[in-house]
C-alpha cells in the first residue's frame, strides 16, 4: 500500500493545525520539537497522514512552521527512533507505523454464539419479523412465475424492473438493462474487482473505509492507496478553489491515474459524512478524464435519519462522466443483512460484461430471495419510516450511554447510516479495548479494521446502534468494565510511544 502524494510543507503545515502544545516527559527541555513529533504521529495514527508518505523535507518545513531547521530536524529524528518514520539515505524521510501496530489482527469476522454474547461486529438492522413473512408469503403465491428457470446472470426480470424503478422515482431515469442482480453489495464490489482490476492495479479508497471492501479488493491483488477524509469537512478541502481542486479523492486521480476510484458517499461507513451533492460531478469527471472507473457504494443512502434519502449520486453525474461509473446498492442495511440481495447500476454494456465475469464467481443469486425482494421493493410493508425512528431512538440512547460511562469519548453524531465512528481519549487504543471486551463477551471492531493501511485508526472505534436497546445498554456497560479492567497501564504504554 502507497501513500497518495508527496507532502508539500504547506500541505503539512495546514494539516498539523493548532500543533504548539507542549507535551511528552521531555516537553519543558523540548517543548517544539515533542509537540510537532506528537502532532504527526496522531496525523499518522488517526489516518490523516497515509502511511508511507514522504514527509517535506525540514528547511521548506521549518519555514512554513516558523521554526529552525534544527527543531524539525530533532523532531523527525524522533519520529525515526519510534517508528512513526523511516530515513531513507538520498531520498528523505517516510511517515510509517510501528512493528508492533503492524503485526497486530485488526479484527474482522469472529466466531462465537451464546446467549450471553452480545456482537456488535456488524452495523446491519434487525430482520423485521412481519414484513419478512409479508413479503415471504408474497414470493410464495408467485412462485409459478419463476419455477421455470433456474440460473439468471443478470437476475430476474422483475427484481431489475423494480430497482430500476426505485431509481427513477428517485430522480434518475434507469432502463432495466442498467441493472446486474448480485449477492448483496458485497457481491457487487467482488464482481466489479474481478472484471475490472488485474495484479498490481492502483485503487483509490477512502480513509477509513467499508472493511470488507478492503477485503474484497485486497483480494483482487489491486494497490490500495488511502485518501483521507477530513473529519470536518468530509470529502472537500476547504483551503482549496472550486470543482475538483476541493476534492482530495479527485485530486488524487488526476495525479495517480488509478483503475479504480472506491467511494461511499451516503451516511459513510464508519464515519457516517454525506457528500454534498455539487461534488459528485466534478469527482465523477476527475476520474474519467485519468481513465479511472468510478464506484459509489449506496448501500446505506436509505437509513437517513435527520434528513430527506440523498439523490442518487449519478443524479448529479453527467452523461460523459457516467459512461465510466458503477453505483452499488442492496437491501441488507435498508431491510434485512439475511436476505443477500443486492445489484449493480451501470453501462448495459458493462453489465453485460459483468454477467459474463461472474460465471466463475456464482453463477447466479437465488431466485427465491430474488422474488421476497421484489416484495420488499414494490410492496414496502410500511417500515422504512418505523425502522428509522427506531434507529434514532438507538442511537440517542447509544450516545446517551457512552456519554454517562466514557464521558471523555468523543463523536461526531451522524445525520444517518447504522453507527458511531467514536474517538477514544489520550493514549487509548481500540485493538486493545477490542481484544479485552471479547473476554467480557463483547464482540467489537477495531478502529484499524477500517484502514487500508494498517494500524491506523487505532484512535477510532465503530458501535453500531442496530441491536435491541438492552443490548446496547449491556454492550456499553461491557465496554466499560473492559476499558476499567485495561487500567492506566493502556493509556500510559501509548503517551509514551508519544513522548519525543
Avoid at 510537532?36 to 528547511?59: F, N, Y
Avoid at 456488535?120 to 428457470?149: F, G, I, K, Y
Avoid at 423494480?162 to 448483496?184: C, H, K, N, W
Avoid at 486521480?253 to 457528500?275: C, D, E, K, Q, W
Wanted: with cysteine; net charge neutral; glycine share 8%.
Amino acid at each position: 500500500m502507497e501513500a497518495n502524494a508527496p507532502l508539500t510543507a504547506a500541505t503539512l503545515a495546514r494539516l498539523l493545525g493548532p500543533w504548539r502544545v507542549a507535551g511528552g516527559s521531555d516537553a519543558s527541555r523540548h517543548p517544539a520539537r515533542a509537540a510537532l513529533a506528537d502532532r504527526i504521529t496522531a496525523l499518522i495514527l488517526d489516518g490523516r497522514l497515509p502511511v508511507g508518505a514522504r514527509l517535506p523535507a525540514e528547511r521548506p518545513l521549518s519555514e512554513a512552521l516558523e521554526l529552525s531547521r534544527t527543531t524539525v530536524t530533532a523532531a523527525y529524528t524522533s519520529l525515526v527512533e519510534r517508528g512513526y518514520a523511516s530515513a531513507r539515505r538520498g531520498s528523505g524521510t517516510y511517515t510509517a507505523l510501528p512493528e508492533r501496530l503492524l503485526a497486530r489482527p485488526a479484527g474482522g469476522w469472529q466466531e462465537g454464539q451464546g446467549a450471553d454474547l452480545v456482537d456488535l461486529t456488524c452495523a446491519a438492522p434487525l430482520p423485521p419479523l412481519a414484513a419478512l413473512r409479508a413479503a415471504t408469503a408474497w414470493a410464495a403465491e408467485r412462485l409459478s412465475v419463476v419455477t421455470q428457470e433456474s440460473y439468471l446472470p443478470y437476475g430476474l426480470s422483475a427484481l431489475r424492473e423494480a430497482v430500476a424503478q426505485r431509481y427513477t422515482e428517485r430522480g434518475l431515469p434507469t432502463d432495466p438493462s442498467q441493472i446486474l442482480v448480485t449477492a448483496g453489495a458485497q457481491g457487487a464490489i467482488s464482481l466489479v474487482g474481478r472484471l475490472l482490476i488485474r495484479t498490481g492495479d492502483r485503487i483509490l479508497v477512502e480513509g477509513p473505509t467499508y472493511p470488507n471492501a478492503i477485503d474484497s479488493l485486497t483480494a483482487a491483488r489491486a494497490r490500495l492507496t488511502p485518501v483521507p477524509l477530513d473529519p470536518a469537512t468530509g470529502w472537500a478541502d476547504g483551503a482549496a478553489g472550486g470543482g475538483a481542486a476541493r476534492i482530495p479523492l479527485a485530486q488524487a486521480a488526476t495525479r495517480l491515474s488509478p483503475r479504480l476510484v472506491y467511494t461511499i458517499p451516503h451516511f459513510h461507513n464508519p464515519t457516517g459524512l454525506v457528500m454534498p451533492p455539487e461534488l459528485a460531478g466534478p469527482l465523477a469527471r476527475a476520474a474519467r478524464k485519468a481513465g479511472a472507473w468510478l464506484l459509489a457504494d449506496e448501500t446505506i443512502t436509505d437509513a437517513a435519519l435527520d434528513v430527506p434519502v440523498p439523490a442518487p449520486f449519478a443524479a448529479a453525474v453527467g452523461p460523459a462522466d457516467a459512461e465510466r461509473l458503477l453505483v452499488c446498492g442492496s437491501l441488507g442495511k435498508s431491510f434485512w443483512g439475511g436476505l443477500r440481495v443486492g445489484w449493480v447500476r451501470a453501462p448495459s454494456r458493462v453489465v453485460h460484461e459483468l454477467a459474463a465475469a461472474r460465471a466463475s464467481l456464482d453463477l447466479a443469486s437465488p431466485v427465491i430471495e430474488q422474488l421476497i425482494a421484489v416484495a420488499v421493493l414494490r410492496e414496502g410493508f410500511g417500515i422504512e419510516e418505523e425502522r428509522r425512528a427506531e434507529w434514532r431512538a438507538s442511537r440517542e440512547l447509544l450516545e446517551a450511554a457512552l456519554r454517562d460511562a466514557m464521558p471523555d469519548w468523543s463523536w461526531h453524531t451522524p445525520e444517518g447510516g447504522l453507527s458511531l465512528w467514536v474517538r477514544l481519549a489520550g493514549g487509548e487504543e481500540s485493538t486493545s479495548l477490542v481484544h479485552r471486551a471479547a473476554t467480557h463477551g463483547l464482540l467489537l471492531q477495531s478502529g484499524p479494521r477500517f484502514g487500508a493501511d494498517p494500524g491506523t485508526y487505532e484512535r477510532y472505534l465503530r458501535l453500531p446502534y442496530t441491536e435491541a436497546p438492552e443490548k446496547l445498554r449491556e454492550a456499553v456497560r461491557r465496554l466499560a468494565a473492559a476499558r476499567t479492567a485495561l487500567g492506566p497501564v493502556h493509556a500510559a504504554e501509548r503517551r509514551r510511544d508519544l513522548v519525543a
